[in-house]
């Protein structure tokens, strides 16, 4: 069997009730493997709880309830060694403007225990390809250098595993290409990648295994080509002749009208074969110009699996 990069059991958080806002649970008693080398989506709805589950595996958040474990390391029996196998690139900026990129390395590297021989700030200010702006004030950087900067802070200790916090939402074509191209590197030399997206085409190409969750709840585990294929809703898309008179009738389909005379059939390629959807369209003397198919992509399954549950 694989190893796990991280295991996690029953965990649960509930904030403490605000002012006015009652207390609800943002995690509610989740399960999880991540397998060592993945690259693993976390994707759900905002408020789904995405971010309070990486801010407990990075020791940001006290969890209320629950197991985790990273690369063997119980987070509440090797408090330090499972914070040492983890680097996080967190969602918020927060970095401190007085600090250059060199610095904010340097300082990360010391919070961590590197030893100053066995840092690499040259060769990360490479990698997110801030070189230039070594010794530049942090806030004098652009929004995209200081996203980067993020992600080199997250790398000072060289951990496992790696864990980012939708590093795209909000950032230029550019710097996503930049990021994607980072992190299928750091991946292929064999770090663990975890990260949450709001983009689903981005987690259909990024990611090897998807984990969905809902209202602190875990709805789908499993890879990626698994969960697409889950879906097997097929569209047909008729581009007729000539006007048409009669809709289609068969068993299993659905038929809607789409402007410009376009027919979309919908079925379930499993238990309807394509070739009786082209019979109901001959039988209702309908002439194909034109047909193509549409797929379920992930944001059907995601759609799906989050319709208020
Ligand atoms: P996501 O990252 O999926 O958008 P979050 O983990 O940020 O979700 O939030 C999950 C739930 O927990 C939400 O209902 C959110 O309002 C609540 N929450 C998050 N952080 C806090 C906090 N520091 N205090 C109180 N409630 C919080
Ligand atoms: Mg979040």
Do not use: D, I, Q, S
């Given at each position: 069997m694989d190893k796990n990069a991280i295991e996690i059991r029953g965990l649960t958080k509930t904030y403490k009730a605000g002012r006015g806002s009652p207390e609800k649970p943002a995690l509610r008693g989740i399960d999880l493997d991540i397998p060592m080398g993945a690259v693993f989506g976390l994707l759900g709805p905002n408020g789904a709880g995405k971010s309070t589950l990486i801010n407990i595996l990075a020791g940001l958040v006290i969890k209320t309830a629950g197991q985790v474990t990273i690369w063997g390391f119980d987070q509440d029996v090797n408090p330090r060694q499972a914070r040492a196998s983890i680097g996080v690139m967190p969602q918020e900026l927060n970095l401190d403007p007085f600090f250059t990129p060199r610095g904010a390395l340097e300082v990360q590297a010391g919070l961590y225990g590197v030893p100053k021989s066995q840092r690499r700030s040259d060769e990360i200010l490479r990698l997110i390809g801030l070189e230039d702006k070594a010794q530049a004030y942090a806030r004098t950087l652009s929004g995209g250098m200081r996203r980067r900067l993020l992600l080199g802070k997250a790398l000072v200790h060289m951990p496992h595993v790696l864990v980012l916090d939708?590093?795209?939402?909000?950032?230029d074509i550019e710097l996503r290409e930049m990021l994607w191209e980072n992190i299928r590197r750091l991946n292929a030399q064999g770090m663990t990648i975890i990260l949450t997206t709001h983009y689903l085409e981005e987690a259909e190409e990024m990611c090897d295994e998807i984990a969905i969750i809902n209202h602190g709840n875990l709805v789908a585990r499993d890879s990626t080509a698994n969960l697409l294929g889950q879906l097997d809703t097929k569209t047909m898309i008729i581009h007729p002749d000539e006007p048409i008179n009669t809709l289609p009738e068969c068993e299993g389909i659905e038929v809607i009208t789409r402007p410009g005379g376009e027919l979309a059939i919908t079925y379930q390629s499993g238990a309807t074969p394509a070739e009786a959807v082209l019979d109901a369209v001959h039988r209702a003397g309908i002439r194909i110009r034109d047909v193509k198919t549409e797929q379920a992509d992930l944001q059907d399954v995601f759609l799906e699996l989050t319709r208020s549950r």
């Open positions: 939708e590093p795209t939402a909000g950032v």
